[in-house]
């Protein structure tokens, strides 16, 4: 099948080879997928997905994680050399991801929450999007106590869409127990109970172990219940990285060498995170700020560009002011 747009690409191609090829990057994907909504700008249909490929096959070197960090370690990175990452594991990662990869022949780590695997449970992100932005169901006088604190909102004076992002940054920082008692709250108001949608799911430990066994896939940790680290004491950040290292060891018989820190920004984790991850023996961490890889670069502070949903020329025009 013919690429849509591929002349251009092929002919915007031509005039940035040359910028691209003078450090590799890290690309940071979510989702794969078409949704009706997406507040959290997370998915990239796979129509695109297919462009991007394109874009990168003409453009860069696709190659995994594992071999870009061990080129840096001896000094000999790889010029034009790019690496592909999917945050969180969502279902379409194996559906839509995965199939494209190998058409394209690009590796890939996938970095999964161990905590939600077989959960048949919305990250808590996806719930509130639902449980608020849903037409009805909800007072137009609403409290939500979150951390001893009541809230309140009135929904006669706020639209649903700046009510979801009012609450998202109150939960943020949260440990999941507080995140899923306010989601209790929102579900009590609304008469429902725990539900995933279809759109929503993700992988398995089933679906893990089959990804897994494809050489062009690696699994990586996302912590076990995606917190944001830098807020949380240093036992539970302790718990959350090693745990999940635990857990997918024993799942997959081999070890966890990649971690990516959840949400991933500059100030979402801090320095004790960083030590942790080294102390729990993973070889590599991915953050989620921009930036090419050098040969100084902290190999447990791997900046990664995130992608956003666009065609093909969009995504080779992207990639060029990187560079400029």
Same mark, same amino acid.
């Given at each position: 099948? =013919?690429?849509?747009?591929?002349?251009?690409?092929?002919?915007?191609?031509?005039?940035?080879?040359?910028?691209?090829?003078?450090?590799?990057?890290?690309?940071?994907?979510?989702?794969?997928?078409?949704? &009706?909504?997406?507040?959290?700008?997370?998915?990239?249909?796979?129509?695109?997905?297919?462009?991007?490929?394109?874009?990168?096959?003409?453009?860069?070197?696709?190659? %995994?994680?594992?071999?870009?960090?061990?080129? #840096?370690?001896?000094?000999?990175?790889?010029?034009? $050399?790019?690496?592909?990452?999917?945050? &969180?594991?969502?279902?379409?990662?194996?559906?839509?991801?995965?199939?494209?990869?190998?058409?394209?022949?690009?590796?890939?780590?996938?970095?999964?929450?161990?905590?939600?695997?077989?959960?048949? =449970?919305?990250?808590?992100?996806?719930?509130?999007?639902?449980?608020?932005?849903?037409?009805? $169901?909800?007072?137009?006088?609403?409290?939500?106590?979150?951390?001893?604190?009541?809230?309140?909102?009135?929904?006669?004076?706020?639209?649903?869409?700046?009510?979801?992002?009012?609450?998202?940054?109150?939960?943020?920082?949260?440990?999941?127990?507080?995140? #899923?008692?306010?989601?209790? #709250?929102?579900?009590?108001?609304? $008469?429902?109970?725990?539900?995933?949608?279809?759109?929503?799911?993700?992988?398995?430990?089933?679906?893990?172990?089959?990804?897994?066994?494809?050489?062009?896939?690696?699994?990586? %940790?996302?912590?076990?219940?995606?917190?944001?680290?830098?807020?949380?004491?240093?036992?539970?950040?302790?718990?959350?990285?090693?745990?999940?290292?635990?857990?997918?060891?024993?799942?997959?018989?081999?070890?966890?060498?990649?971690?990516?820190?959840?949400?991933?920004?500059?100030? &979402?984790?801090?320095?004790?995170?960083?030590?942790?991850?080294?102390?729990?023996?993973?070889? =590599?961490?991915?953050?989620?700020? $921009?930036?090419?890889?050098?040969?100084?670069?902290? #190999?447990?502070?791997?900046? =990664?560009?995130?992608?956003? &949903?666009?065609?093909?020329?969009?995504?080779?025009?992207?990639?060029?002011?990187?560079?400029?």
């Amino acid at each position: 099948m =013919r690429i849509p747009g591929a002349r251009t690409i092929r002919r915007v191609a031509g005039r940035v080879r040359q910028r691209f090829e003078r450090a590799p990057i890290i690309l940071l994907y979510h989702r794969i997928a078409h949704l &009706d909504y997406d507040p959290w700008s997370i998915a990239v249909t796979p129509e695109h997905f297919a462009e991007h490929l394109e874009v990168l096959r003409r453009l860069f070197a696709p190659m %995994s994680l594992a071999e870009l960090v061990e080129q #840096q370690r001896e000094r000999n990175l790889p010029r034009g $050399g790019v690496v592909l990452t999917f945050d &969180d594991g969502y279902l379409d990662n194996l559906e839509c991801a995965k199939p494209l990869l190998e058409r394209f022949e690009c590796p890939a780590t996938f970095f999964v929450t161990s905590g939600a695997l077989d959960r048949m =449970r919305e990250y808590w992100w996806d719930e509130l999007e639902h449980l608020v932005v849903e037409p009805g $169901g909800l007072p137009s006088a609403l409290e939500l106590r979150i951390d001893e604190t009541v809230h309140r909102w009135n929904l006669h004076e706020t639209t649903r869409e700046s009510l979801l992002q009012s609450v998202y940054w109150l939960l943020r920082p949260l440990q999941d127990h507080a995140q #899923q008692n306010a989601l209790e #709250q929102l579900r009590a108001f609304r $008469g429902v109970e725990p539900a995933c949608r279809p759109t929503h799911r993700t992988i398995t430990r089933e679906d893990v172990a089959g990804l897994a066994g494809d050489p062009l896939i690696e699994i990586g %940790s996302h912590t076990v219940t995606h917190p944001l680290l830098s807020s949380q004491p240093d036992l539970l950040q302790r718990q959350e990285i090693e745990g999940s290292k635990r857990s997918l060891e024993e799942l997959l018989g081999k070890p966890t060498l990649s971690f990516a820190y959840p949400n991933g920004g500059a100030a &979402d984790f801090n320095a004790t995170s960083v030590s942790l991850v080294r102390e729990a023996g993973y070889g =590599r961490a991915c953050a989620a700020y $921009g930036g090419v890889i050098r040969s100084s670069t902290d #190999q447990f502070r791997l900046p =990664r560009f995130d992608v956003p &949903d666009c065609d093909g020329e969009g995504f080779a025009r992207r990639l060029k002011r990187l560079f400029d």
